[in-house]
């Protein structure tokens, strides 16, 4: 029971910090710099994602020893494409307003390289449950990113946060922020501030574990000496 609590804690720890999809390993960036100059959009955008790693995973787990190694690739994307197409007709059924605003980047979710991946890397090779977890928490730090990089866009770009206005009439936006280049940049920003306060924190922990080291070293000599 410790086992698998443990595996679960870990693994939703690598999707939203340690391997975070886009801030760690620089996947998905067309729908992230697409769907982020506002945290609606973004929450869309990320929990239709979500989903499909989900239940693709799921689906491509339990289906693995079935499938032929030679038309693996085809058959991940025929199952994710199912998926997509019923998120697709949910969010038009029920959020039509926001299934309008993120337009064509619904149906590319099928040849989002995140979900590929992870069915290709993980779904592919584990049980069911396990690879229906690691669609959740690769989604969660997918959709994490958006909401980070869309919060900062909004927020000095139109000064409002999912619509509500928080400076008032007499804030000036940054509209370069909400434009094309200024998504390019603050991505770039966010992705080196993660990766410097990771370097940071890794040092940390070397450091740390250097001196427990040395004394381990020391207490083994005393015992040869001895």
């Known amino acids: ?132 977890w690691d669609g959740v928490c690769m989604g969660l730090g997918f959709t994490f990113a958006l909401i980070l990089l869309a919060t900062v866009r909004e927020v000095f770009g139109y000064g409002t946060f999912c619509g509500v206005s928080i400076f008032g009439s007499s804030y000036t936006p940054i509209s370069f922020l909400v434009s094309a280049p200024g998504a390019f940049i603050m991505l770039g920003t966010l992705i080196a501030t993660v990766g410097k306060i990771r370097s940071m924190s890794e040092k940390k922990a070397r450091q740390k574990a250097k001196p427990e080291k040395t004394v381990e070293c020391e207490k083994k000599e005393v015992e040869i000496n001895g």
């Open 1 to 132: 029971m410790m086992k698998k609590k443990g595996f679960f804690l870990s693994h939703l720890k690598e999707g939203i910090l340690d391997k975070n999809p886009v801030l760690v390993q620089l996947i998905g960036m067309c729908p992230t710099l697409a769907t982020t100059d506002s945290v609606s959009k973004a929450i869309g955008m990320g929990l239709a994602a979500t989903a499909v790693l989900a239940f693709s995973n799921l689906f491509i787990s339990l289906l693995r020893k079935f499938i032929p190694k030679q038309v693996r690739i085809a058959s991940y994307i025929v199952i994710i494409s199912g998926f997509v197409t019923a998120v697709e007709m949910l969010m038009n059924a029920y959020l039509p307003s926001l299934y309008e605003s993120l337009g064509i980047f619904i149906p590319l979710i099928v040849v989002n390289c995140i979900i590929l991946a992870r069915a290709e890397s993980f779904a592919s090779k584990n049980p069911a449950l396990p690879s229906l």
